[in-house]
């Protein structure tokens, strides 16, 4: 009798380190948890997520005009919240999530799947999100996600022209978690509020508000011209790419937008 008290103690300590362990598995990976573990009793939703970029075409930054041959932008994951802030410190439980990360084309005109939303009905005022590096609770130094084109946020890659100057450039943005359990981007605004009714989220790019925000002015004089021509990369730790990753995650962030389901 003792003996099988004592296997079912252990059985009942066993389960109960598993459910700690299901509580924690958020906190850990530097995430909310979804507001519908709390015991709410919201009903779950799940609905799908678009890329939508808006092909720049020439892009005016200042008296350069830009063409991009090439342009790349990992993006994810992502959690919504229904306060104010989306900052982990101040958005406790988030009311759903995209954990998925994708790379997006941002010269492709076709909506571009980024996975689905998880979550629960209710309002929806935030978001913070990664550029495919992300920094949880649980690592020890930020980490690049295989989606993470050449292992960057971005990766852009074009000329900018000003009368008969041109420049060749090559941008590999980093847009890096400044903490640890922190997002590269801790909060910005998102409206909707999520019922029954099926709906799809819309994220919207525009990576020409990004290179309109870099001094090509600047660029091209350090770049070494001659006879009106130069090349440059921009890498991290420049002050052309730290405009990008300010552009990116503070000034023209992606924009959410959700739709009725077609």
Known sequence: MNDRRARHDDRGRAAARGLVALALAPALLGAPALAGCAGTGQPEVSYLAYAEAAPPGEIAAGAWTVALDEAAVAFGPVQFCAAASGSATLCSTAIAELLSIA???????????????????????????????????????????????????????GRATRGDDVLEFV???????????????????????????????????????????????????????????????????????????????????????WSEAP
């Open 103 to 157: 790379q997006v084309d941002l010269l492709a005109a076709a909506p571009q799947p980024l996975g689905r939303v998880r979550g629960f009905e209710g309002e929806i005022r935030s978001a913070s999100f990664d550029y495919g590096i992300h920094w949880f609770l649980t690592e020890s130094a930020p980490a690049r996600s295989p989606a993470a084109p050449g292992g960057h946020s971005a990766h852009l890659r």
């Open 171 to 257: 941008a590999d943005v980093d847009a890096v978690p400044q903490f640890q359990g922190q997002r590269a981007v801790p909060s910005v605004a998102a409206a909707a509020t999520i019922g029954a009714a099926p709906v799809r989220l819309a994220v919207r790019f525009d990576v020409g508000a990004w290179l309109a925000r870099v001094d090509f002015d600047a660029l091209f004089e350090g770049a070494g011209a001659e006879g009106g021509a130069a090349a440059a990369a921009i890498a991290p730790g420049s002050r052309a790419h730290n405009a990008l990753v300010i552009a990116m995650t503070a000034q023209s962030p992606p924009e959410f937008v």
